[in-house]
């Protein structure tokens, strides 16, 4: 069992910056970032791996946001830069504990944090 817990997310001007926080209890294998606009359906945004530096982005975030881990304190970070009004959403957070799966797909993910709302003004 998994349970996320997210922070961070408001309300920021374009080409601001805020940062969600995921802190995991349990064991997973990876941690990714999705988001959801109103009728529209979850998107991928960023994931890595406990275990590996290595990181997965959206082209429509590559760049601006960043996707980091603490894993003494088991928390994966998203850093949001230069914030567009397209970046306004739901953003959760998911921990996969299988070893198999596509991490860019939200499907392979087997746990969710309860979402925070990032909203960009123009």
């Known amino acids: 069992q998994v349970q996320l817990v997210q922070s961070g997310g408001g309300l920021v001007q374009a080409g601001g910056s805020l940062r969600l926080s995921c802190a995991a209890s349990?064991?997973?294998?990876?941690m990714g970032w999705f988001r959801q606009a109103p009728g529209k359906e979850r998107q991928f945004v960023a994931a890595?791996?406990?275990?590996?530096?290595?990181?997965y982005y959206a082209d429509s975030v590559k760049g601006r946001f960043f996707i980091s881990r603490d894993n003494a304190k088991r928390t994966v970070y998203l850093q949001m830069n230069s914030l567009k009004p397209e970046d306004t959403a739901v953003y959760y957070c998911?921990?996969?504990?299988?070893?198999?799966?596509?991490?860019?797909?939200?499907?392979?993910?087997?746990?969710w944090g309860q979402g925070t709302q990032v909203t960009v003004s123009s």
């Open positions: 998911a921990a996969r504990v299988s070893l198999s799966g596509n991490i860019l797909v939200a499907g392979a993910y087997d746990y």
């Open positions: 890595m791996y406990w275990s590996a530096g290595t990181s």
């Open positions: 349990g064991r997973s294998y990876a």
